[in-house]
């Protein structure tokens, strides 16, 4: 912007000439579309941005679109703003003068007003879903900004929770579907007035997707480690049901965590859910090692038997002392490994390394060691 434009701005009666009389309706009225679809989209517009932007899209002298702008404030359908304080037009132009870099700070937004009823309704909706104490100075523009946080700070949540919501046995995937479908309808128009008559209107809504909000927020960013593991150990239960069965306080906790998994919103059994995994776990824990260790003492006697048979084969084929002792040394190295093994998959790694000995030994006996 040119100090020369902002001093050849008119704030007077328009019969005055300045050249574009009769365009001055088509010209003023795309200025102000223009002004109309921005602040709804972001709430309000800079003063220095906007000039420029218009002059782009429609070719018009950075005087014209200024000129304009005060004609649309001095008509009341905008508002000029700097440092939260609405400005008159005669104002806006004198601070200009003084510093045209002060355009950078100087917002535009919309002059609707609400009803007052409608703003002290929605302002005390707001401090229901906030943790601000007092607001009591903010004006219509000041509370529009504060719901339009509030919108975004909810529509961040929501998206952040939906991917892990979408998996199986996670909660919450059609809820956050239905309140982001909410968010974007009320918040089409980001001015003030569109804002603050949209939670005004939609204020029982709101209170409840607040609540949900909360809620989602508490069991995703609390709980979904636990709930991640809890999926995963009732799958590996899944494999013990027949000896979880067999004791009743096991089955009744099993079939319990399946139930609750098994629900759509399982917030408020949470802490049940902690408490009967302990207790299934505890039990599934005692079967994995029951069968562990038969299945370690198995595994330990196919190994003598294997032993027994590399023996064998090292007598049929006259083999040296060092062959049979690497042999040997090999399959007792893998009987060590078994003992101390901590789990079934660990034993039959062991055994398949074992067998494996044999599946390459050539006919010549000669031993892969």
Known sequence: ???????????????????????????????????????????????????????????LSEFKILQYIFWIAQDFKIQFRINNKNLEPFKVKNLLLNSIESGEQLLIIAAETV??????????????????????????????????????????????YKPSAQKKYFPGEKEIDRWLSFIEEISTKQDSFSLISAFYDNSAQILNMYAREKRLTEFYTKHHDFWTTLIKSVEEFSENEPELNKNNEASAGFDGLKQILSLPAPYDMISEAYELF????????????????????????????????????????????????????????????????????????????????????????????
């Not at 050249?19 to 517009?45: P, R, W, Y």
């Not at 009591?136 to 952040?160: H, T, V």
């Not at 330990?300 to 062959?323: C, R, V, W």
């Not at 660990?346 to 055994?351: E, G, I, K, R, T």
Request: proline content about 2%.
């Open 1 to 59: 912007m040119r100090y020369s434009d902002i001093e050849n701005v008119n704030l007077g009666h328009r019969q005055i000439s300045f050249g574009f009389e009769n365009n001055l309706s088509q010209e003023q009225n795309a200025v102000m579309e223009c002004l109309t679809d921005q602040i709804k989209q972001h709430g309000h517009v800079v003063l220095s941005e906007f000039v420029p932007y218009v002059k782009e899209s429609h070719g």
């Open 278 to 369: 302990e207790k299934v776990r505890v039990f599934n824990d005692m079967i994995v090692k029951e069968k562990t260790d038969q299945c370690r003492i198995d595994a330990l006697s196919e190994l003598d038997q294997m032993i027994e048979k590399m023996k064998g084969l090292l007598d049929t084929h006259n083999a040296n002392m060092d062959l049979r002792n690497k042999a040997l040394y090999s399959l007792r190295q893998i009987k060590i490994r078994v003992e101390k093994a901590e789990n079934i998959n660990a034993v039959n790694l062991c055994l398949n390394d074992a067998e494996y000995m044999f599946d390459v030994l050539p006919e010549d006996g000669t031993l892969p060691i």
């Open 115 to 160: 009803d007052d009823s409608v703003f002290q309704g929605a302002k005390n909706l707001y401090l229901k879903i906030s943790e601000e104490e007092n607001i009591d100075d903010c004006d219509q523009y000041e509370l529009g900004c504060f719901l339009a946080k509030k919108i975004r700070g909810w529509q961040n949540s929501f998206q952040s």
